[in-house]
């Protein structure tokens, strides 16, 4: 297939092109380059003939429309998203205006593009989501494909209007779309912003290690390529119209994480003296912050065949390995806006 997608020079969109390309496929990169996207992310696949990069902003229609009429894809991928929570307690407005008026566009461009195309039935919308659109669970629950909607966040609230839009597409214009949300995800290539990577840079810099509140919050972790493999597969095999839950099957709360890698660092790379968990922290917590997420991935398995490959401790393993291999990569994010900053405290 030529797949279009969004965020392709983002973590999770980075991965997704360098999987759809070692997969066979055409793959056209539609990225604004926001602070969180580095081309870097793509360069072992940026020479592929396979390959190209469109520098749009899904927040203007007429550009996304040129990029369709100069490609022609088979299949649109929309990862493209402002993501972090903190970022959208300070700052609402970039969540409302990327995901879900960015949405908007590339819905009503991929209709019009399909119309155009008389409607082949081969082309697939699939529009990637996150678990925190269903809220906070308990001790107890997973989260389903029929979880109601309960989020609780700017950026949260603006996912679940970006969902309730493309299955509006769907029921009123027969747009062929799909749809999944997925739960934490770490790796490579990860933004130094969120939890993982933080802690791993904060610690290497001899810097405090800061967990939110008593560290009680659990997540369900998901390794990036797995994520990226399992979205793939519900692109190629996800049946019309239906969600998919895409969980990693590793619930960890956010102190059981930080300690575990903090005994991967020990053993990496250890300290003259003491260990990494020394420098842990606990901070004022985040506003609402949801106290568990996790996902029910029995749709996924059973329909489509998936599952995860790695446990968390051995992606976490592959994932400090990676930061501590490429050093010059996250050197070079030290001074973007927001890096190193506590966010999301004005509320």
């Keep these: ?27 056209v990169n539609l990225d604004a380059l926001t602070y969180a996207a580095c081309l870097e992310n793509i360069a072992s696949v940026a020479s592929s003939p396979n390959y190209a990069f469109e520098q749009t902003d899904i927040r203007n229609r007429v550009d996304i429309d040129t990029v369709f009429a100069k490609h022609s894809p088979d299949a649109v991928m929309h990862l ?13 407005g970039d969540f409302i205006e990327t ?21 082949p039935e081969g082309f697939r919308f699939h529009h990637i989501s996150t678990d925190e659109v269903f809220g906070s669970l308990g001790a107890e629950g997973q989260f389903t494909e029929t979880t109601p ?21 769907f029921h009123t214009y027969g747009l062929p779309v799909v749809l999944s949300n997925c739960s934490n995800n770490y790796g490579p290539y990860h933004f130094p912003e969120k939890l993982i990577p933080v802690v791993i840079l904060n610690a290497l810099a001899g810097k405090d290690l800061p967990i939110y509140g008593d560290g009680s919050n659990v997540r369900d972790w998901l390794y990036v390529e797995d ?13 019309l119209g239906e969600s998919y839950n895409i969980g990693g099957e590793n619930e960890r709360s956010n102190l059981e994480l930080v300690k575990t ?87």
């Excluded at 402002?82 to 300070?90: A, G, N, Y």
């Excluded at 995901?99 to 409607?119: C, F, P, S, V």
């Excluded at 994520?227 to 049946?239: E, F, Q, R, W």
């Excluded at 991935?297 to 599952?307: C, D, N, S």
Aim: glycine share 8%; aromatic share 8%.
């Design 1 to 27: 297939m030529k797949i279009l997608v969004t965020g392709g020079a983002g973590f999770i969109g980075s991965a997704v092109v360098r999987h759809a390309i070692a997969a066979g496929h055409h793959v």
């Design 80 to 92: 493209a998203a402002e993501s972090h929570v903190d970022r959208s307690i300070d700052g609402p």
């Design 99 to 119: 995901n879900i008026t960015g949405t908007y566009n590339m819905l009503e461009a991929a209709r019009t593009y399909w119309d155009a195309q008389g409607k």
């Design 149 to 169: 909607y309960d989020p609780r966040s700017p950026y949260s609230a603006s996912k679940a209007a970006s969902d309730h839009l493309v299955r509006a597409w």
């Design 227 to 239: 994520h990226a493999d399992a979205l793939l597969t519900v692109l190629s095999k996800g049946a």
């Design 261 to 347: 890698l903090c005994a991967i660092l020990d053993a990496k790379r250890p300290k003259a003296s003491g260990s990494y968990a020394d420098q842990i922290t606990f901070v004022r917590d985040r506003p609402g912050h949801d106290a568990r997420y996790a996902i029910d991935p029995t749709r996924i398995a059973t329909e489509l065949g998936w599952r995860p490959s790695v446990t968390v401790e051995e992606g976490l393993e592959k994932t400090v390995q990676w930061y501590l291999d490429n050093e010059a990569w996250w050197r070079a994010l030290q001074d973007r806006q927001g890096v190193g900053e506590r966010l999301g405290v004005k509320a």
